[in-house]
């Protein structure tokens, strides 16, 4: 199988990143080691040519993130590292790693779509275009929530994993705060009680367990705040 078994140690590797929020230096070591399994089910040639499409896809989300920075005051970029890194924990699929580290392109920063397809192929294009969201959908929808619940369903196996493993971040240190309250009933409607897991794979299951962990812990320091 092509996909990593997600078990604790892993888990638990991945929690120090996202609550230490490591240097950036540190992160993009961390998606270098991740794609371990890869170089162990393939040629040299191949590993090769995922070492180089990697560190151009870290240049790229590094150079496109350039300034911006997360509520916390760290560089945008090193979210979209962690994301990447956790997705290398589940699958070792070239385009779904460099996607990952790619996914907020669109919607945050001034790539074009046909930027990222000649960069990086119509496949990491996708997948990042479906991860991006449609404001006047949005808007005809009547909100945020409303909109992912019913997108986080349409999403294919690929999109979904790099879905979860944005959420996973962004639900990694939530407060009591009152942005911290509203993201938090957010991640519980759409994650927990919208999205459809009969058909979920696996990794799919354990990532999606990782925010539920991560939602009951905000709740509780929410009721005790």
Same mark, same amino acid.
């Given at each position: 199988?092509?996909?990593?078994?997600?078990?604790?140690?892993?888990?638990?590797?991945l *929690?120090?990143?996202?609550?230490? *929020?490591?240097?950036?230096?540190?992160?993009?070591?961390?998606?270098r080691?991740?794609?371990?399994?890869?170089?162990?089910?393939?040629?040299r040639?191949?590993?090769?040519?995922?070492?180089? /499409?990697?560190?151009?896809?870290?240049?790229?989300?590094?150079?496109?993130?350039?300034?911006?920075?997360?509520?916390?005051?760290?560089?945008?970029?090193?979210?979209c590292?962690?994301?990447?890194?956790?997705?290398?924990?589940?699958?070792?699929?070239?385009?779904?790693?460099? /996607?990952?580290l790619?996914?907020?392109?669109?919607?945050?920063?001034?790539?074009?779509?046909?930027?990222?397809?000649?960069?990086?192929?119509?496949?990491?294009?996708?997948?990042?275009?479906?991860?991006?969201?449609?404001?006047a959908?949005?808007a005809?929808m009547?909100?945020?929530r409303?909109?992912?619940?019913?997108?986080?369903?349409?999403?294919?196996?690929?999109?979904?994993l790099?879905?979860?493993?944005?959420?996973?971040?962004?639900?990694?240190?939530?407060?009591?705060n009152?942005?911290?309250?509203?993201?938090?009933?957010?991640?519980?409607?759409?994650?927990?009680?919208?999205?459809?897991?009969?058909?979920?794979?696996?990794?799919?299951?354990?990532?999606?367990?990782?925010?539920?962990?991560?939602?009951?812990?905000?709740?509780?320091?929410?009721?005790?705040?």
């Open positions: 199988t092509s996909t990593f078994i997600f078990k604790e140690h892993s888990l638990s590797i *929690h120090f990143f996202f609550v230490s *929020h490591v240097c950036y230096e540190m992160c993009v070591e961390g998606v080691m991740c794609v371990e399994g890869f170089r162990m089910q393939h040629s040639e191949s590993q090769q040519k995922m070492k180089e /499409a990697t560190e151009k896809a870290l240049q790229f989300a590094t150079e496109k993130h350039g300034g911006q920075k997360r509520r916390g005051g760290e560089d945008y970029v090193q979210h590292i962690r994301v990447s890194m956790t997705v290398s924990w589940v699958t070792i699929k070239e385009e779904v790693i460099i /996607a990952a790619l996914h907020d392109t669109l919607e945050d920063t001034n790539t074009s779509y046909d930027e990222l397809e000649s960069q990086f192929g119509s496949e990491v294009a996708c997948l990042v275009r479906s991860l991006s969201n449609d404001e959908e949005m005809m009547g909100g945020k409303f909109y992912l619940a019913k997108k986080i369903n349409t999403l294919d196996t690929d999109a979904l790099i879905e979860l493993a944005d959420r996973i971040d962004n639900t990694a240190d939530l407060g009591t009152d942005w911290s309250r509203k993201y938090c009933e957010q991640t519980r409607y759409v994650f927990l009680e919208s999205l459809r897991t009969e058909n979920l794979q696996p990794c799919h299951l354990n990532l999606l367990a990782t925010i539920r962990e991560s939602v009951e812990e905000c709740e509780r320091k929410l009721s005790q705040s």
